[in-house]
């Protein structure tokens, strides 16, 4: 059964960092994309960092995040992180981690587009507020 679990949210002040983990089983970690994701009510749920399948390794960062936030896997671990630092009130939203479970990297992997995502995790609240 293929799971993802999420954890590292938190209420943190603007500038500071959090590191997000997403623990995954059922599932090879580094044969597929995987991804975080976040929403805000009333929004439409949003790619922020997804990376490929350790075919390449490819990176894929939103713009407002670029320079803040890295995405990284540790495949003994299961587990891939999203560390994110000088942190913004934009920021805040509900973190997911997703994958697509698909040979094809394209469409998760290089567009970190949440439609392709075939399996989700239950989300982690990030909130960044003085």
């Known amino acids: 059964q293929v799971q993802l679990v999420e954890s590292g949210g938190a209420l943190v002040q603007p500038g500071g960092s959090l590191r997000l983990s997403c623990i995954v089983s059922?599932?090879?970690?580094?044969?597929?994309?995987i991804g975080w994701f976040r929403q805000v009510p009333g929004k439409e749920r949003e790619g922020v960092s997804c990376?490929?399948?350790?075919?390449?390794?490819?990176?894929y960062y939103k713009d407002s995040v670029k320079g803040r936030f890295t995405i990284y896997r540790d495949n003994a671990k299961n587990t891939v992180y999203l560390q994110m630092d000088t942190l913004k009130p934009e920021d805040t939203a509900v973190y997911y981690c997703a994958t697509d479970l698909i040979a094809d990297d394209y469409g998760l992997g290089y567009l970190c587009d949440p439609s392709v995502a075939a399996a989700w995790g239950q989300g982690t609240q990030v909130t960044v507020s003085s």
């Open positions: 059922g599932f090879t970690l580094d044969y597929y994309a």
């Open positions: 990376i490929t399948s350790s075919r390449d390794n490819h990176t």
